[in-house]
T-cell receptor
Framework: GAVVSQHPSWVICKSGTSVKIECRSL??????MFWYRQFPKQSLMLMAT?????????EQGVEKDKFLINHASLTLSTLTVTSAHPEDSSFYIC?????????????FGPGTRLLVL | SQQGEEDPQALSIQEGENATMNCSYK?????LQWYRQNSGRGLVHLIL?????REKHSGRLRVTLDTSKKSSSLLITASRAADTASYFC????????????FGDGTTLTVKP
């Protein structure tokens, strides 16, 4: 089946620094990827939809200037948490749909755990 | 109000027993999907059921969908300790957008 990877798997940073998370579709091209955030013992909350070659679409309440998304190619989307603060500590998960199998099934990356000190 | 609410929030059973989790949603959907998440890991897609389907099976999994009640259930038969995980339903109410809305999840513990 389709595989999505994320890098890094975990990161610890100081408050005020920026952190970049990569999401790659390894065996298919994804024109659309999704970024989710999950706090402990909670569900996934969609942050934004990453569109290849165009601007990302952000969900209500998500600051686009704080969470920069770049979908530079059909296999790579990046999420940059700018000027990270402790409240940004969370589990960030990306997903992508394989156009070859239709738009219905999302394939999720393994997630990136961010801890901001 | 939230799309995709699940119950129970937590379920603890003995190995060999069946586990049933329910998901309710509020608006019309194109399809509903169930995912599994082991602690601190990504999501694994389990099964997709379309709005015109009523039941689907995959191994020990059985999913039902009742669009009149806007609800779905996931049944895991003959549970195993390895089934211990969180289970989420996700609804696609606008396939063109490709977005899914996740429920709160059910944490299943299967005791050996």
């Amino acid at each position: 089946g389709a595989v999505v990877s994320q890098h890094p798997s975990w990161v610890i940073c100081k408050s005020g620094t920026s952190v970049k998370i990569e999401c790659r579709s390894l065996d298919f091209q994804a024109t659309t990827m999704f970024w989710y955030r999950q706090f402990p013992k909670q569900s996934l909350m969609l942050m934004a939809t990453s569109n290849e070659g165009s601007k990302a679409t952000y969900e209500q309440g998500v600051e686009k200037d704080k969470f920069l998304i770049n979908h530079a190619s059909l296999t790579l989307s990046t999420l940059t948490v700018t000027s990270a603060h402790p409240e940004d500590s969370s589990f960030y998960i990306c997903s992508a749909r394989d156009p070859g199998t239709g738009r219905e099934t999302q394939y999720f990356g393994p997630g990136t755990r961010l801890l901001v000190l | 109000s939230q799309q995709g609410e699940e119950d129970p929030q937590a379920l603890s059973i003995q190995e060999g027993e069946n586990a049933t989790m329910n998901c309710s949603y509020k608006t019309s959907i194109n399809n509903l999907q169930w995912y599994r998440q082991n602690s601190g890991r990504g999501l694994v897609h389990l099964i997709l059921i379309r709005s015109n389907e009523r039941e689907k099976h995959s191994g020990r999994l059985r999913v039902t969908l009742d669009t009149s009640k806007k609800s779905s259930s996931l049944l895991i038969t003959a549970s195993r300790a390895a089934d211990t995980a969180s289970y989420f339903c996700a609804t696609d109410y606008n396939t063109n957008a490709g977005k899914s809305t996740f429920g709160d999840g059910t944490t299943l513990t299967v005791k050996p």
